[in-house]
């Protein structure tokens, strides 16, 4: 449905628009004729549903495109794009009719003459080879009426985008004036106010410690543990591929038939049985990459209900070529609270940096208002540094923006920047300075840059303006595919 978008570059910029594989035009209005009633609708349109059927129909034929692979239209996250695809299709086919927007014959007919499928039932006199054309129509399910009627479509869908698309920046000053502000100078004087400078003057009490591992005893809680016991079948490099073959699916089915033991499986194939103690949901760090255990699939199985309470053998997890785990839980350790004398040095820890970075607050607030009004004192403050939006140095985030953002007519000045669970930064700017001519090119590529986040912008407002007055409204979620069916 949207070759005549893909020819265009420019609406390509347009990040929010998802198209998964380039639809051939042939495909255009079929997809939305029949499968209306009979299916579990999931999004309703200006009152018309989008159903499962037609997403599972579309994933078909997007897949076919993309090389042939069915397989991934059974996948949940493409069915979920196609049906985004969809839905944006919908309320843009609203918003045309809704406009009332027309298409001439003569631009029709110029369009036609620029697809290449068409251009080649052109004979060599000149003449159009009208048998193929309505040949390749039916190999597509299409009669001509709805071919016409997709190009058309399509034309009109140009057209709205288009408009939407001619957001220009007033002029190149305005570039050019954003560019300067992105380069512009500004000298920099930092005085940090840090928790760690206040620690020795800290010195919590028992009482304080006791209150705060009572109110924060979250932060003092075990993880979940597990001690687990495993079976590991490797093959062996001289062995025969069948035979192994064999032999791992007699592991598999030993593994999931006698599922209450290893021993049984260990005891046929001739495995040890190891164990593992402490293993979290995370794993263990200090495994190897290529540990039974590191697999997450493996810890993942691990900590499934099945596993975890009744203590059965996970199924078999091939970990890499030619290996093969099953494990199981031998002892479930809950999370739990630890005792204070098992955490007392955390908790002074603790207790200290949020009283050291209290003082750091207060001192930068003592400093900061004794700066406000007599901002040219420098004491204390380190070497200067000249900083901007595209060198910004160590200046990140809120503290760029603050030191930025100060009037340059009022400078000298002092902004004052809080690092929770650091302290406080005060910043001195002193002068500002323009930058000197820039590189054209540069410019070029920023103008650019701000153009194609303001058509994003424009676009974003355009298609919610549209999902309202489409009345767009969800109505079951996608399901995953039933592969139960062999389709």
């Not at 949901?281 to 900590?303: C, E, M, N, W, Y």
Request: net charge positive; glycine share 4%.
């Amino acid at each position: 449905m949207f070759d005549t978008i893909r020819r265009h570059q420019r609406l390509m910029q347009f990040a929010l628009m998802l198209v998964i594989v380039p639809s051939f035009a042939f495909f255009g209005i079929s997809s939305y004729s029949g499968f209306l009633d009979k299916e579990t609708d999931l999004v309703k349109v200006n009152g018309k549903p989008i159903t499962a059927q037609e997403v599972e129909v579309s994933a078909k034929r997007q897949a076919e495109r993309a090389g042939g692979n069915l397989q991934i239209s059974q996948s949940l996250q493409f069915r979920q794009a196609v049906l985004s695809e969809l839905l944006q299709q919908r309320i843009l086919g609203f918003a045309v009719t809704d406009l009332q927007i027309q298409v001439s014959k003569e631009t029709l007919i110029k369009s036609l003459q620029n697809i290449p499928q068409i251009k080649a039932l052109y004979k060599p006199d000149g003449s159009f080879d009208d048998v193929r054309f309505k040949q390749l129509l039916t190999n597509n399910g299409l009669n001509e009426e709805q071919f016409y009627a997709s190009q058309a479509f399509d034309l009109k869908i140009n057209q709205l985008l288009n408009s939407v698309a001619r957001t220009e920046l007033t002029s190149p000053k305005i570039a050019g004036i954003i560019s300067t502000l992105y380069e512009t100078e500004r000298q920099v004087q930092t005085l940090q106010f840090d928790a760690k400078d206040y620690l020795s003057k800290v010195n919590p009490s028992q009482e304080e410690l006791q209150s705060f591992y009572e109110a924060n005893a979250k932060l003092f809680v075990t993880s979940e543990l597990i001690d687990v016991e495993y079976i590991v079948l490797r093959a062996d490099p001289k062995e025969d591929a069948k035979a192994f073959s064999e032999k791992a699916d007699q592991f598999a089915n030993l593994t999931y038939d006698q599922s209450d033991s290893l021993k049984p499986t260990a005891d046929k194939l001739r495995l040890s049985i190891q164990s593992q103690k402490g293993l979290t949901r995370s794993g263990i760090s200090s495994l190897t990459k290529d540990h039974p255990l590191a697999s997450s699939k493996v810890v993942q199985s691990l900590f499934a209900d099945e596993a975890l309470k009744n203590k059965r053998n996970i199924e078999a997890v091939q970990i890499t070529p030619g290996v093969f785990v099953s494990a199981r839980v031998v002892t479930f350790h809950p999370a739990q609270t630890l005792p204070y004398k098992d955490v007392a040095t955390e908790v002074k820890r603790q207790v200290s940096q949020r009283s050291a970075e209290k003082l750091a607050i207060t001192a930068a607030s003592e400093r900061f208002a004794t700066l406000q009004k007599d901002p040219k004192i420098s004491t204390g403050f380190a070497s200067p540094i000249w900083v901007s939006r595209n060198k910004p140095s160590n200046l990140l985030g809120p503290a760029l923006d603050d030191v930025m953002s100060i009037n340059p007519d009022k400078l000298p000045a002092v902004v004052s920047v809080s690092n929770p669970g650091v302290g406080t930064t005060l910043y001195r700017i002193n002068q500002v300075r323009q930058p000197p001519s820039g590189d054209a090119r540069v410019y070029k590529a920023q103008a650019t840059q701000i153009q194609s986040l303001t058509a994003q912008s424009e676009f974003a407002g355009f298609m919610s303006y549209w999902r309202e007055s489409a009345n767009v409204k969800i109505i079951n979620p996608l399901k995953p595919a039933n592969t139960g069916t062999g389709s």
